[in-house]
């Protein structure tokens, strides 16, 4: 939720000095020692029987995961190779088709070409906290998410920071209870939020690790104004810098996922946990001034080679 700024009316202590006399001061008491104040932390709220099973669940799969050679943070390498030809056809995949699309009231997975969709106003990052999430938790995810927006922000060239309030881009560390309680949080960040969306984010099921919702202006047109994250805190730690990693950057204008797409986050196979090289040149593309929000694929196609081309340096 968005803070209030408060303005505070503090004293000011004038000394006033009188020339042309002594003034004999008496030393002041000894001061009593300060009593001793206890800061009260409002006690972090139990988990229930299904939100300890949801971080069983996760544990065990982030574990079978790293056996499996899977979640990987080197970014890629001589294994992964990107061509011009490859570049081009993923980031059509991933910023020109939608991958879910709402049909009566819920979200269903469905591919259907889109057009792009950016943001022009500046993101402001802000990270939102349930009751459940320790304080040197909340310090670690501020930090994971302040170092992630900078290298967002160099690598798009678009304003993109982590603020502490007013921000438009909301990012929500959400144990399962605290999830299927969000509907009044969801609705205050944004007021228009329609009824099925706040359905569907409260009732993520086990198997959807997380989630973003970008919303346009009104009138369907292609620029994001806010946006919100899901981050499950049940994950394990890797998981979790995961999830950030692959939704804020979907936020900002690909939300899809392609199979073909490697090495990359935007690909459901979970081969890679964070940001690579593919994807900061997707979103180097989607952000280049020659490409237009509102473009369909037929349009963005020939501008988006020319990019991938200058890019990669001319490389087939």
Not at 6 to 16: D, E, K, N, S, T
Request: hydrophobic share 40%; proline share 9%; net charge negative.
């Amino acid at each position: 939720m968005q803070g209030k700024g408060r303005i505070w009316a503090g004293l000011v202590a004038v000394a006033f000095v009188t020339a042309g006399c002594e003034l004999v001061v008496p030393p002041d008491p000894p001061a009593a020692p300060a009593p001793r104040v206890t800061p009260q932390v409002a006690p972090i709220p139990e988990p229930s029987a299904e939100s300890l099973a949801f971080a069983r669940y996760y544990a065990a799969v982030q574990q079978r995961l790293v056996a499996d050679g899977l979640l990987r943070t080197d970014g890629g390498g001589p294994d992964t190779p990107i061509s011009v030809r490859n570049l081009v056809a993923n980031f059509e995949r991933i910023a020109l088709f939608d991958e879910y699309a709402l049909t009566n009231g819920r979200f269903v997975q469905q591919q259907t070409p889109s057009r792009l969709r950016r943001w022009q106003a500046p993101v402001r990052l802000q990270a939102h906290f349930g009751a459940s999430v320790p304080t040197a938790d909340r310090n670690r995810d501020r930090s994971i998410l302040g170092t992630y927006a900078t290298r967002l922000a160099r690598v798009t060239g678009h304003p993109i920071r982590q603020v502490n309030s007013g921000g438009n881009f909301h990012v929500l560390y959400l144990n399962r209870d605290e999830q299927r309680a969000a509907g009044p949080l969801l609705r205050q960040l944004v007021p228009s939020i329609g009824e099925e969306t706040i359905d569907e984010i409260t009732r993520l099921p086990r198997f959807t690790f997380c989630s973003v919702y970008a919303f346009s202006e009104a009138g369907e047109t292609p620029n994001y104004v806010t946006a919100i994250a899901i981050i499950r805190t049940e994950h394990p730690d890797l998981l979790r810098r995961s999830c950030v990693h692959e939704e804020v950057a979907q936020g900002l204008g690909l939300p899809n996922d392609s199979p073909t797409a490697r090495p990359s986050i935007f690909n459901d196979d979970e081969e890679f946990a964070l940001l690579t090289r593919h994807d900061e040149l997707l979103l180097e593309i989607l952000y280049d001034e020659r490409l237009r929000p509102g473009m369909l694929p037929d349009e963005a196609r020939p501008v988006v080679e020319i990019i991938a081309g200058e890019l990669l340096g001319g490389q087939s």
